[in-house]
């Protein structure tokens, strides 16, 4: 099995030890004769468009650009992306153009190397920023290629292998970028190999008293060990071999990183961590994966719950391998991992892996699939998002998901992060799903949007034309994909609201002047602009809208009478049909319902407000009459509206059990409910209820007060 080079000591230099007939040498187990002469073609080209540069490390130049190259062939990648290792900085440090690339290597080559190029530094106001904007830049560029990664990855191994050169400040800043997004990035392509090694190097960079020390009870303990690991290596082989079954088995070390990690987080003693001794077990099918498993099952007793079936349902980034773990002889806890000897190249090389294969002609196509969704999801994340930073709250989201498993309807598996709400669900499927999304039924039964999914349930999103995201989801919403389209559309009906219903009260500003929006001239709408300093009409609607602008003087801008009678605004009311979402609210001062009088307020913060005309509120707002408009319900209108109810109530048993049967009965949704019982003999109950209009509410309150025990049934305006 094809492995990186020998994991180097942190900070040092690598050593030149490869050169290009070395790595030819290399490349021919695996390449055509002609393939590795035009790597080798690359290499000459990059020597001299490289000849007298050098690197900190005294070296030539040229052999960054060989050590990346040897990194990708020990992965077994295909020729195309080693020419692109060869030539990936000549773009960046030399005169040589794309097309002149272009012109000698081909056009996929020249476009590898120019999507690694871009991947360069820019100045920004902050380093967030900068790092951000990179990996926006990043991500189009995998969009286009996925091998723009992989030579981008090894770029940085490289990189991170010869740290030891730089200043310590420059050398931790390296190190945290490579720990929160490209060892990440590499766990997520499934390069657990690669990941171990940005981790560890990371991890030496950022805390190396601390990679010391760790380092160094590692190596005391190890002793200990070595005789029981072997003990039980030999014993589990034994019995695999007794049994008929053909299989290496390996003891696994945990890396420093990881150890670190696990001390940090899981506030665990570094004993308790070197307790548990692993090992992995290759085998040649998956038929001898589960018959192995069966094994080791009956060898030592297995710990309850510990049991995970990767290869049933594969990892988000392609892993699969049987876990368990057991007790072990002296009752130490074994971790034990049961692949295939493809499942481990998978493991260890994840999404390189899939060149491997296609190169020896077999198929693996499933980590290359995952990746590009993996990738096609970051494209429409990077489109939707506001700005660079926004991207890159949500990426990080997306890379670090504990991932739980659940099925459709129609038995589909779909991978979410841990803590994962219907809502996550739906967007998952597609946006459109959880745009429209209303309701849910998690293995049958129906259940509220915000629970939070656990592996294994089915999940039915019931959704429903015309629906809209609510601004609470994103209260519980987990994963980047449902934050960002949620908060995508919810920018975007925000502003075609606010387009609306700008438009509307412009338009009823300028009839009470006799004139409309159809009347007004492309030169009148210009003044205005220049006036404002708005460079479109839509954009002053959108203002007018929000509120931030008053459609009353707006109308009079357009029309230049400043002159114009202020009370002429209020001769036609403008028409509410209780269905303009966002920007029309609902007062909680007074509750509003269709068949009372009713006015608006324009708000900056709110849009329009809709109050009763007999609210304080509206009352204090009457010598401001640019921001007071007429309103008045339509005469179809329809839905449920909010009002609150005084109820004094004798105290008896199953009093407010009947008083809620009774305000149900009569369809109307009770929505809060609270009880004063300070009075030894009456209870003051104050309900929030649900009611179509005026007519409705009537009816609730006779129904009410024919309730024995009731006193006073009273609707309560602030």
Known sequence: MHQYSIFPQPGAATPNAHSIDLLSETLATYLSAEQVIQVRRAYFYAEEAHSGQSRRTGEPYVTHPLAVAVILADMHMDHQSLMAAMLHDVIE?????????????????????????????????????????????????????????????????????????????????????????????????????????????????????????????????????????????????????????????????????????????????????MDIYAFRIVVDSVDTCYRVLGCVHSLYKPVAGQFKDYIAIPKANGYQSLHTVLFGMHGVPIEIQIRTEEMEEMANNGIAAHWLYKNSGGEASGSHARARRWVQGLLEMQQRAGNSLEFIENVKIDLFPDEIYVFTPKGEILELPQGATPIDFAYSVH???????????????????????????????????????????????????????????????????????????????????????????????????????????????????????????????????????????????????????????????????????????????????????????????????????????????????????????????????????RITGVDATIKRISVDDDDPRVSVVRLVIGVRNRIHLASVMRRVRTIKGVTKVARIRH
């Open 93 to 273: 440090d030399t005169g040589i153009t794309k097309d002149m690339l272009s012109s000698q290597f081909g056009d996929a080559v020249a476009e590898l190397v120019d999507g690694v190029s871009k991947l360069t530094q820019i100045e920004f106001q902050s380093r967030a920023e900068q790092q951000a904007e990179n990996f926006q830049k990043m991500a189009l560029a995998m969009a286009r290629d996925i091998r723009v990664i992989l030579v981008k990855l090894a770029d940085r191994l490289h990189n991170m292998r010869t740290l030891g050169v730089l200043a310590p400040d420059k050398r931790r800043r390296i190190a945290r970028e490579t720990l929160e997004i490209y060892a990440p990035i590499a766990q997520r392509l499934g390069m657990h190999m690669m990941r171990v090694e940005f981790e560890d190097l990371g991890f030496a960079a950022m805390h190396p008293m601390r990679f010391d020390r760790i380092r160094a009870a590692v190596k005391s303990v190890r002793g200990n060990r070595t005789e029981l690991l072997e003990k039980i290596r030999g014993a589990v082989e034994q019995y695999l071999q007794q049994e008929g079954h053909s299989a290496r088995v390996i003891g696994r070390e945990k890396h420093l990183y990881s150890i670190y990690k696990k001390m940090k987080t899981k506030r665990k003693s570094f004993s308790e961590i």
């Open 431 to 661: 946006s459109d799903v959880g745009n429209s999304c209303v309701a849910c039924r998690i293995n049958r039964r129906l259940a509220p949007l915000s629970e939070h999914l656990q592996s294994g349930q089915t999940v039915e999103v019931i959704t429903a034309p015309g629906a809209q995201p609510s601004p609470a989801w994103l209260n519980f919403v987990v994963s980047a994909r449902a934050r960002t389209a949620i908060r995508h559309f919810l920018k975007h009906s925000r502003k075609t609201e606010s387009l609306a219903l700008g438009k509307r009260m412009l338009e009823k500003a300028l009839n009470s002047f006799d004139s409309s929006l159809q009347s007004i001239s492309d030169e009148q709408k210009q003044r205005v602009l220049r006036n404002t300093g708005v460079d479109q009409f839509d954009k002053v609607l959108e203002e007018i809208g929000l509120g931030n602008r008053v459609s009353f003087i707006t109308a009079r801008q357009l029309l230049s009478r400043a002159d114009a009678d202020v009370s002429a605004a209020a001769q036609e009311p403008l028409v509410i049909h209780g269905t303009e979402g966002f920007l029309i609210n609902f007062a909680k001062c007074c509750l509003p319902i269709p068949g009372d009088p009713i006015v608006g307020l324009i708000s900056s913060e709110k849009g329009m407000v809709v109050h009763n005309e007999t609210c304080h509120n509206s009352a204090e707002m009457r010598d401001k009459p640019e921001r007071l408009i007429p309103l008045r319900w339509a005469d179809d209108i329809s839905g449920e509206f909010s009002c609150e109810l005084r109820v004094d109530l004798e105290k008896s048993r199953g009093a407010i059990a009947s008083l809620a049967t």
